[in-house]
């Protein structure tokens, strides 16, 4: 080989990402993350118990309880649900509730939901062995800051193709975050990547369906696996991301390996969760919000526009754009039909706003018609711009960005503890939410997840 072909970097080998995340897996430690990392984690668990606890009458819930828990007693907490199952169910189960509503956190880096994945593996985990509560912290922030940072290296090629970056990244999330718990040495958690890289899954092509929450509860359960089989010498690459037929060269066109924390000083990956505060899908809020105002601020309703265009990106027309809903599950994905939604008034933070009966109103099914899509390059993949024609003549354009993360911890603490109590008091009490509250915001000093667990049963 020549000098030239050896500087080549098409030449060199591949960055060894797998390794690199097993090693600061390893060498992460719970005192050396910072206070406010520990409070965002501590406002992610808040918002994914409140939408877990919310899910626990939703018939796919039901069906994975009865498939996989039955009558098993087991060791862990099915939230919301008053009673236990076995570890591996309990993750499993859990994930999947926690995701059913889709109301739960996501991270641009991932392209997807972090907190469905990592969070059930960690804490099915935590309560089984007992680990304390500012240990379950830690293992969390792991396994968001492995699923954000490889589908930082995936960008947007991998989700663009048709993977559910929540069900696929997610995976090697629930795994790092196992591993943390279980305090398995590099080569050990390597190997649990190297599992996780052949369990990662889940396709957008399920997305209105019951299936896409079982993409979360799938990754919690297979992260957690690989974890649990890595620490009893169970086999796998351990470069399985980025070899050749790794995951990264099948499944992830353009991926770019490098270090997992290239900056060390730069904020966490749990630091840039973003919350919801519609309980649809991502990709409509930013249209959401820029309707709102446009209603607020001009006193209009859905009667007044005589047309609405959305300029979004491209992508969105794979993921939110379901052109005719028939069931409320779906108008979580119908871009169009929630901007009917929105201008007719209808609260889009209310559950009970996602319903048939919404989905097959034949004012809104016509008043749908009246509404474009413009694809724009241009507009950020979080963001979007709204222009109505109005039956008077005037038009209106406006615009929203939700993809920045918050930076008045205060406010977030205050909307998402406002958020869990609508979601939680009606399933399991006010005084219960209460206590939860309290134990989250207390969780890193808690000597095991007793309390937190009985709280959210």
């Known amino acids: 080989m020549s000098i030239a072909e050896r500087q080549d970097p098409a030449s060199l080998p591949p960055f060894p990402v797998t390794a690199d995340m097993a090693g600061w897996v390893v060498q992460l430690r719970s005192e050396d993350i910072s206070p406010q990392a520990m409070i965002w984690a501590k406002h992610a668990l808040l918002d994914w118990f409140g939408v877990t606890i919310a899910a626990a009458d939703e018939p796919l819930v039901r069906m994975l309880v009865e498939e996989l828990a039955g009558s098993e007693d087991g060791s862990c907490s099915l939230v919301g649900l008053g009673r236990r199952a076995g570890l591996h169910d309990a993750a499993l189960i859990n994930g999947a509730a926690s995701h059913a509503l889709d109301y739960d956190d996501v991270n641009r880096r991932l392209h997807g939901h972090p907190t469905v ?42 989700y663009e193709a048709g993977y559910h970056a929540t069900g696929t990244m997610g995976t090697f999330g629930a795994a790092a975050a196992a591993a943390q718990i279980m305090g398995l040495d590099a080569p050990a958690t390597a190997r649990a990547l190297g599992i996780a ?99 607020r601020d001009h006193g209009i309703g859905l009667d007044d526009v005589a047309s609405a265009t959305l300029h979004i990106r491209p992508t969105h027309f794979s993921v939110c754009c379901i052109p005719a809903p028939t069931t ?93 109590r609508a979601l939680a008091g009606p399933v399991i009490g006010d005084a219960r939410s209460d206590a939860l509250i309290e134990t989250v915001a207390t969780l890193d000093d808690q000597p095991d997840l007793t309390r937190l667990m009985e709280a959210a049963r």
């Open 117 to 158: 994945c990592a969070a059930p593996a960690a804490l099915a985990l935590g309560e089984f062995v007992k680990a304390s509560g500012r240990d379950v912290l830690a293992a969390f922030i792991a396994g968001t800051e492995v699923a954000c940072a490889l589908g930082e290296m995936c960008d947007e090629g991998h």
């Open 197 to 295: 890289a052949s369990e990662a899954a889940g396709l957008k092509c399920n997305f209105g369906t019951m299936t896409k929450p079982l993409h979360a509860g799938k990754a919690a359960v297979d992260g957690l696996l690989a974890a649990r089989l890595a620490a009893r010498g169970f086999t796998a690459r351990e470069d399985a991301v980025e070899t050749r037929q790794g995951f990264a060269d099948v499944l992830a066109p353009g991926f770019e390996g490098g270090p997992i924390r290239p900056d060390p000083a730069a904020p966490l990956a749990v630091e840039q969760n973003l919350f919801k505060y519609h309980a649809a899908c991502y990709l409509t809020h930013s249209s959401l919000e820029a309707l709102g105002a446009l209603k």
């Open 328 to 420: 409320g599950l779906e108008i979580k994905f119908s871009i169009a039909h929630l901007a009917v939604l929105a201008l007719d008034g209808v609260d889009t933070a209310a559950l009970a706003s996602y319903s048939d009966a919404n989905a097959n109103d034949p004012r809104y099914v016509a008043a749908r018609e009246r509404v474009r899509l413009d694809a724009r390059q241009d507009v950020d993949r979080l963001a979007a711009v709204v222009t109505l024609e109005l039956t008077d003549g005037r038009t209106l354009t406006g615009e929203a960005d939700v993809g920045m993360p918050a930076d008045d911890l205060d406010a977030q603490w205050g909307k998402l503890t406002a958020k869990f």
